[in-house]
């Protein structure tokens, strides 16, 4: 059986895009959380008439998902809830990123216990809530779905990307805590999504070199350096991850379990720089020449996916094929 009623949070940014076009290609009901109607339902509208004027696409506005009692109505028609959206600032961490994440997850959860049609919350965590960036990358160690990072509150306010994974972290505990205590009827199924690469089809996307994710590590470590730089090395096409969300509506798939999922070969900078001066040589001014072919990744981690393979299978995009998927949208972009 295979939940149908969903309601989707992020479903306008990179990830929830994808989610929300592979949803309703499968004939599943949307309800979809945006911040503002006037600047997302143009777009979806029109990408998507048909499944609105049938009632299978509904938009809802809610400015802001930290408020109290954000989804006490909405989660009334549903019987599942996939909760991509994760907020992200430039500044005061504690505050807009790791409090906000924390509050709306307790949003979703608070107002689920009122709603005995929800069977099921999906919640898009991260691989980085298994293990503590950067020092286990370079440890000889093997990382599953039951390890957790060991960063702190005072850890996560030194940048972004730490601020990231301890709200991840700790949001995911908190969640893990909520259902040993409250025992609600709805379980809960947690994707630990590695590092996104691919073709993005969200509305105005923009290349970033400074955002967080896959697709901007390519850019920024590859793209005008001198020599390629540290990317992530578990990575996995965002319509792959797209799919593993949406298979998760499967009650055949076991709830209250975390997920841990890669797309296999770990991908490195100096293999994505060879790739793109092989297949671009338009792009040979601003890639590096690899000199040391030889040399060997630096990364010594390995990340155990066998759970998660042998519930949602594959196969998945290989890496470069999903890399180079980004390396058109960048230049799409720059054109």
């Known amino acids: 059986m295979s939940l149908n009623s969903v309601l989707l949070t992020g479903g306008t940014g990179s990830l929830g895009a994808s989610i929300l076009s592979q949803l309703l290609s499968k004939g599943h009901s949307v309800t979809a959380v945006v911040r503002s109607l006037k600047k997302s339902a143009p777009f979806l509208t029109r990408q998507y008439a048909s ?4 009632g299978k696409l509904k938009l809802v506005e809610v400015p802001d998902m930290t408020v109290p009692h954000a ?38 959860f ?45 850890q996560g306010l030194s940048s972004l990307p730490a601020a990231y994974q301890y709200a991840k972290t700790s949001s995911e505990k908190k969640a893990w805590e909520f259902m040993k205590t409250a025992k ?52 996995m096409d965002v319509e792959d991850v797209a799919s593993i969300h949406v ?58 996916t066998s759970k998660s393979d042998k519930v949602f299978g594959g196969p998945w995009k290989d890496w470069w094929e999903s890399a180079k998927d980004t390396v058109d949208d960048i230049i799409k972009f720059e054109k």
């Open 71 to 108: 989804f006490d109505e909405l989660v009334k028609t549903v019987d599942a809830i996939i909760h991509v959206a994760t907020p992200l600032s430039d500044s005061d961490f504690q505050r807009t990123l790791i409090d906000a994440t924390l509050a709306i997850n307790e949003n979703i």
């Open 184 to 235: 609600p009827s709805f379980d809960l199924v947690v994707l630990l999504a590695p590092a996104i690469t691919g073709k993005c089809i969200q509305e105005g996307f923009v290349p970033s070199k400074t955002a967080l994710g896959g697709m901007a590590e390519i850019y920024q470590n590859v793209f005008d350096v001198e020599t390629p730089g540290l990317v992530f090395p578990f990575v």
């Open 247 to 304: 298979k998760s509506l499967d009650l055949k798939v076991a709830g209250n379990e975390r997920y841990l999922f890669h797309s296999g070969h770990p991908q490195n900078s100096s293999e994505i720089a060879k790739k793109i001066r092989e297949e671009y040589p338009q792009l040979r001014n601003r890639v590096p020449e690899v000199l040391d072919e030889s040399a060997e990744s630096p990364v010594k981690v390995k990340v155990d």
């Open 110 to 154: 608070a107002a689920s216990l009122k709603a005995p049609s929800v069977k099921r919350i999906v919640i898009t965590g991260s691989i980085v809530s298994t293990m503590a960036l950067p020092d286990v990358l370079f440890r000889p160690i093997t990382v599953s779905a039951d390890d957790y990072s060991t960063i702190t509150n005072e």
């Open 51 to 54: 499944q609105v004027d049938s």
